[in-house]
């Protein structure tokens, strides 16, 4: 069984792929940019007439530019993000569940604290006392979204350290650290990739909410959640600007939840095999 086999992973990562390449090339074939207003052209509905496709919004600026680029900053936030909480997801998972004992205790109940927070607050509270800072997106939504990949990888570490090929290693005077690194990680990838899958929309939402309350990338730079909180001002006026990028965020939700649905599918077929 391979993995294109699987329809959903096939169909939902060459959507994914396709409005990736979309948004990397659409705005070098285009006329326009991202910056250009034009009081002549304000709230154009889509034309091919100019080759504004996706209209024109408030300012006059074309809004198919803005949306790719639009779809590049949300796609690489949470992708960044997701890549953050991975690493510390993993390493802490990874280290409490093998070590155990009195550190695994110490370690999840420092867990089940930060659960305790509202983190999407703490996000706010971050984005409020450091400014508005774009790197700072990346690093506040991956270092609060780990905490569901720390307590995936201790369970499956507590699972995996009862092994024979862990015992072994043990006996052969292996290091923890290396025990660690080449035989519990190795055997976590399954699994991770796939909540990898299903945290990168959990990203996506965090970041279209703080753009959306205008904590999130600044002018002249948009993403879709900030496309989604302009369009709602423009919406009796001009419907699209609000249709066209709240489309393209719930597709692309919908995709990565698919994709993750997916792989799980196709990880849990090959470990029954």
Known sequence: MSLLSVRSVRVSGGIILTIAVLAIVGPW??????????????????????AHIFGTDDLGRDLFVR???????TLLVAIVASLVSLVIGVAYGAIAGFVGGRVDATMMRFVDTL????????????????????LLIFVAI????WLDMARIVRGQTLSLKEREFVAAA????????????????????GIVIVYVT???????????????????????QTSLGALVDAGVNLMEGATWALLIPAGLLALL????????DGLRDFFDARHSA
């Open 67 to 73: 949306t790719m680029l639009g779809i590049r900053v």
């Open 29 to 50: 074939l285009s006329p326009h940019d991202h910056v250009s207003t034009d009081f002549n052209r304000l709230l154009l509905s889509p034309t091919l007439s100019g």
């Open 253 to 260: 939700l919908l995709c990565f939840n698919f994709l993750g």
């Open 170 to 189: 043990r006996l052969t005077g292996v290091s923890t650290s290396r025990i660690i690194l080449r035989h519990i990680a190795p055997n976590l990838i």
């Open 142 to 145: 991956g270092a609060v979204n």
């Open 198 to 220: 299903l945290t990168i929309p959990q990203a996506i939402l965090v970041e279209s909410f703080l753009s959306f309350l205008g904590l999130g990338v600044q002018e002249p």
């Open 115 to 134: 659960y305790a927070l509202p983190f999407i607050f703490f996000v706010i509270l971050l984005m409020v006392a450091f400014e508005r800072n774009f």
